[in-house]
T-cell receptor, first 115, second 111 residues
């Protein structure tokens, strides 16, 4: 199993550009989520999904869109990039519908720089 | 809402020293508690977890006990190695499918 994979590893954008961060998992996990990691702030939840066709907002959803058309994939879209979105983005998944006991498995991250 | 507060770093230790990273939480109900570790250039991975009061999680020589009376989940290791250099995150699994993370503690172990 490849686990959770993310592409690209690194991206530079100009303000106003759009892009999609890709996330895929091959563990047949129902629950997937996106976090951003900023210095001194830990990880903050952007959006999450409890199954194909179901998504919901996390703590910091503004400026981001998600969709979940398959169990395997959960892309994150930046509609109009802003310098405040410079961060490291992590995708994670877990087996069941995110019950409080479940371990989450993280991808290697995408480092995004918005100029 | 649910939240986690962990000891700020950075922490620098010599090999074979004792490591403690404090973590306290605020939550309603009965959350699960986790320690995740992030090695340089990698994503987070689970180090250990505890799902109810008085449970002790352990892995790779690290331990943490879920203390409901003090709302704490402190991470300890008796003798650290250079390979333990990483960022450690305390996290809480509460309601609504969400994990709440602490700010992270950077640990550097010197030979």
């Amino acid at each position: 199993n490849a686990g959770v994979t993310q592409t690209p590893k690194f991206q530079v954008l100009k303000t106003g550009q759009s892009m999609t961060l890709q996330c895929a998992q091959d563990m047949n996990h129902e629950y997937m989520s996106w976090y951003r990691q900023d210095p001194g702030m830990g990880l903050r939840l952007i959006h999450y999904s409890v199954g194909a066709g179901i998504t919901d907002q996390g703590e910091v959803p503004n400026g981001y869109n998600v969709s979940r058309s398959t169990t395997e994939d959960f892309p994150l879209r930046l509609l109009s990039a802003a310098p405040s979105q410079t961060s490291v983005y992590f995708c994670a998944s877990s087996y069941s519908r995110g019950t409080r006991q479940e371990t989450q498995y993280f991808g290697p991250g995408t480092r995004l720089l918005v100029l | 809402g649910d939240s986690v507060t962990q000891m700020e770093g950075p922490v620098t230790l010599s090999e074979e020293a004792f490591l403690t990273i404090n973590c306290t939480y605020t939550a309603t109900g009965y959350p699960s508690l986790f320690w995740y570790v992030q090695y340089p250039g990698e994503g987070l991975q689970l180090l250990l977890k505890a799902t109810k009061a008085d449970d002790k999680g352990s892995n790779k020589g690290f331990e943490a006990t879920y203390r409901k009376e003090t709302t704490s989940f402190h991470l300890e290791k008796g003798s650290v190695q250079v390979s333990d250099s990483a960022v450690y995150f305390c996290a809480l699994g509460g309601r609504d499918y969400k994990l709440s993370f602490g700010a992270g503690t950077t640990v550097t172990v010197r030979a």
